[in-house]
Nanobody
Framework: QVQLVESGGGLVQAGGSLRLSCVASGRTFSSIYMGWFYQAPGKEREFVAAVSLGGSRTSYADSVKGRFTISRDNAKNTVYLQMDNLKPEDTAVYYC????????????WGQGTQVTVSS
């Protein structure tokens, strides 16, 4: 089992920045593939970003490329999502996710943290 706890959400004006953090426990962090998803009101949960085990490889949804940066610190069991130049359409609940294989569904989820971007 992997437990995930997010933090760092809040209210920010358009153009501002936030950094989300997610601390993992229950398994060796460097063996867990990590990602971030978001879910806006009335919409399906969508992929935001993912990072490889060592942190050298990342992938992003087209809507956030160039604005968001995912990273991980294996010594701190933590994955981050740096969000810059935020837009009102980024408003959503953001979820940290984990999986133990390089492909396939994410099987562990955090409780979510609310990000609200005002115009």
């Amino acid at each position: 089992q992997v437990q995930l706890v997010e933090s760092g959400g809040g209210l920010v004006q358009a153009g501002g920045s936030l950094r989300l953090s997610c601390v993992a426990s229950g398994r060796t962090f460097s063996s867990i593939y990590m990602g971030w998803f978001y879910q806006a009101p009335g919409k399906e949960r969508e992929f935001v970003a993912a990072v490889s085990l060592g942190g050298s490889r990342t992938s992003y949804a087209d809507s956030v490329k160039g604005r968001f940066t995912i990273s991980r610190d294996n010594a701190k069991n933590t994955v981050y999502l740096q969000m810059d130049n935020l837009k009102p359409e980024d408003t959503a609940v953001y979820y940290c996710a984990a999986r133990t294989k390089s492909i396939g569904p994410y099987t562990y989820w955090g409780q979510g943290t609310q990000v609200t971007v005002s115009s």
